[in-house]
């Protein structure tokens, strides 16, 4: 089984959100059950150098509407786990950011047509068998692998979608039709919803299969799709949800390097020195719980209620301490600059993105506050129980899967169903009591460090997948 991931992150290479984790890890894994994976992405401006060196594959150009464009793509001989190419298009890709340019639209179609250039001009039996999209940017390469003139030697291969936001579709106007290779004028409702190219309603429609990441986020998806509910429903019958895992080998307690502190055998010591690392670092009290949020500082991940939760919950108890790191609105950014104000002795926010800091954080942490509107799987919740951690949750999407609720009985965390101060405020308080409790505090880590959030499992899901559409 060959298959080849296109995307447009890929940790380490280029990280936005999670979805950079997934296609960094699931090849791996795929390849580690006996498939050949690859991923193929942009050449974005990076010290690539610091991955090895490159070889170049293939060259190729075409009309993107008035441009002509070139572009090479790249072999990175030396990644481990999977093959790794790039595409390198001058004047597109060459930028510092990934996303939020005024010509996103030309970058992606460009992109997409580099990839579907280079596999028609390979040799039949060179060529996956697969090819699997992630997210809106690659949502035309269904449609254009399976209708554009130019590309009729790739009509069989069969392409998988994965779903990792469905509120980001990437529509644009009509009028930048002339962007796609010519096909059969009567395939244009393919790539249509509500008048507008929509590449991620055009994906669902024509990918032989499309997934989300967890199944309580397509469950979602069926009554609240951001405008898609009615498609999805519609196509509900080649869809699924797959959860996903984490890269395990990344995320070791026992050996990450980025960690200072490394689990032994004791999870509380683990924990406990962990911590006092970070509160040294940071000047608060190892003493008090530690409640840490890390994520983009988006509406969507409830980020705009984190300074009024953790600022009420702080005033009601003078016994509990904050830390936030991430970066996006800059209004939400204001006010979590203020909460530290505020709060200066139990409140610290690092308003930036930082691999390391995070890492050390999930460890040095008690409890990861999720308050997401929106969660399609969610990565962090798993992090943070692999360090030991505790999460408190919305119960949405991914989220809902992952973490059970605390009861007599088990349960890994802490679950809420309304963004609501006084809703949170309870939650909060109830783990408040448990960290007071040391002894129920350490069974809990101890069974969340022993969960298994590998990706063995999702990775199988995917290739049984791939397997039925090529039977
Ligand atoms: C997106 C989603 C997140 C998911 C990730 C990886 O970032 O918002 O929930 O975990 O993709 O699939």
Same mark, same amino acid.
């Given at each position: 089984m060959h298959v080849l991931h296109i995307s447009y992150e890929c940790y380490p290479f280029a990280k936005v959100g999670g979805m950079a984790d997934v296609v960094g890890a699931l090849p791996k894994y795929q390849t580690a059950l006996d498939a050949r994976a690859s991923v193929v992405m942009p050449h974005f401006n990076r010290d690539w150098d610091q991955y090895g060196t490159l070889e170049s594959v293939f060259e190729g150009g075409f009309h993107l509407d008035w441009e002509y464009i070139r572009f090479v793509v790249l072999r990175h001989p030396e990644v481990e786990g999977f093959e790794l190419y790039s595409v390198g298009i001058p004047g597109k890709f060459d930028r510092p950011e990934i996303y939020s340019y005024r010509d996103d639209v030309q970058r992606s179609v460009a992109f997409q047509r580099a990839v579907l250039t280079w596999l028609s001009a390979m040799d039949a039996a060179t060529r996956p068998q697969v090819l699997h999209c992630h997210d809106h940017h690659t949502g035309l390469i269904p449609f254009m692998a399976a209708h554009a003139y130019e590309f009729a030697e790739l009509n069989r291969i069969a392409t998988c979608f994965t779903i990792?936001? /469905? /509120?980001?579709? @990437?529509a644009f106007s009509w &009028?930048?039709? +002339?962007?796609l290779p010519a096909f059969?004028? &009567? +395939?244009s409702g393919l790539l249509d919803w509500n008048d507008a190219i929509n590449p991620l309603a055009s994906a669902i429609k024509c990918a032989w299969h499309f997934n989300t990441v967890s199944r309580g986020y397509l469950d979602e998806l069926f009554h609240s @799709?951001? @405008?898609l509910e009615g498609l999805i429903r519609s196509e509900a019958g080649k869809a699924s949800g797959i959860l996903n895992g984490i890269d395990t080998a990344v995320w070791d307690p026992a050996s990450d390097p980025l960690l200072e502190v490394h689990l032994k055998r004791s999870i509380d010591v683990f924990k406990r020195k962990s911590k006092a690392e970070v509160c040294a670092g940071t000047d608060l009290d190892p003493k008090l719980p530690i409640y840490l949020f890390i994520g983009r500082l988006a509406y969507e991940k409830g980020a705009d209620m984190l300074a009024s939760i953790l600022g009420d919950f702080m005033s009601h108890y003078d016994d509990v301490q904050c830390i936030v790191l991430g970066s996006g609105d800059p209004q939400i950014e204001n006010k979590l600059r203020h909460l530290e104000q505020f709060f200066h002795r139990r409140a610290r926010t690092f308003i930036m993105y930082n691999e390391t800091l995070a890492h050390r954080l999930y460890a040095g942490c008690d409890f990861l506050l999720m308050p997401s509107r929106?969660?399609?799987? @969610?990565l962090n919740q798993m992090y943070c129980m692999r360090y030991g951690g505790i999460p408190i949750v919305r119960r949405i999407g991914g989220l809902r899967d992952t973490v059970e609720p605390l009861s007599e009985s088990g349960g890994n965390g802490y679950v809420f169903d309304h963004l609501e101060i006084n809703e949170v405020r309870n939650v909060l308080s109830a783990s408040r009591r448990l960290y007071q409790d040391g002894k129920q505090m350490s069974k809990v880590r101890q069974r969340n460090i022993s969960i298994d959030f590998s990706w063995e499992h999702s990775a199988k899901q995917y290739l049984d997948t791939y397997a039925s559409l090529l039977a």
């Open positions: 990792h936001n /469905a /509120a980001y579709q @990437g &009028d930048l039709l +002339r962007l059969h004028g &009567d +395939r @799709g951001h @405008g929106v969660e399609p799987c @969610g």
